[in-house]
């Protein structure tokens, strides 16, 4: 029964190792030229000197129009590093729609879940099997070893006399 379920577990790790694999070939690659970089004042909580200082990032690609926000940080740096990121992001779900990379690893997360969700209940499933074996097994001893029914006891009588 064990290796039953560890047989089941093994492949259940092997396809999703082997299925796991996303394609990063398909992301857009973005050129200088078809951005639009302007750099605004920055909004949000830390006051005043978050206020008065140009550390937000407006980059929109220009053959789209997609447009991206980006004032995660103080740092002007980290800010259009992540701009562009975050672009890249927003143009391939919008040029690949379903297969994008983002919607891809939703997908495999939710298939990892599935599997592991699959794993657990086969798991508990053997368990199950293996306790009612038990149990049936138990019962077969304790029926073996009861009390003698009428007719043996009338046998004992007659071995008696």
């Excluded at 857009?28 to 978050?50: A, H, T, Y």
């Excluded at 690893?105 to 969700?117: A, P």
Aim: proline share 2%.
């Amino acid at each position: 029964m064990y290796r039953q379920y560890s047989t089941l577990v093994r492949q259940f790790h092997i396809n999703t190792i082997f299925k796991g694999r996303i394609d990063r070939r398909k992301l857009p690659k973005i050129s200088e030229d078809d951005l639009e970089e302007k750099f605004v004042k920055g909004w949000g909580p830390g006051g005043q000197s978050v206020n008065k200082t140009t550390n937000a990032v407006f980059l929109k690609h220009l053959p789209t129009g997609i447009w991206i926000k980006c004032h995660e940080s103080r740092s002007l740096e980290n800010n259009r590093k992540l701009a562009r990121k975050l672009l890249v992001e927003k143009l391939d779900n919008h040029l690949n729609g379903e297969e994008s990379q983002e919607n891809l690893e939703k997908r495999l997360e939710s298939q990892r879940r599935e599997n592991k969700k699959e794993k657990t209940r086969l798991k508990y499933k053997a368990k199950r099997l293996e306790k009612e074996e038990q149990s049936k097994k138990n019962e077969e001893a304790a029926t073996n070893h009861q009390e003698p029914t009428v007719s043996t006891l009338e046998d004992v009588k007659d071995d008696k006399l």
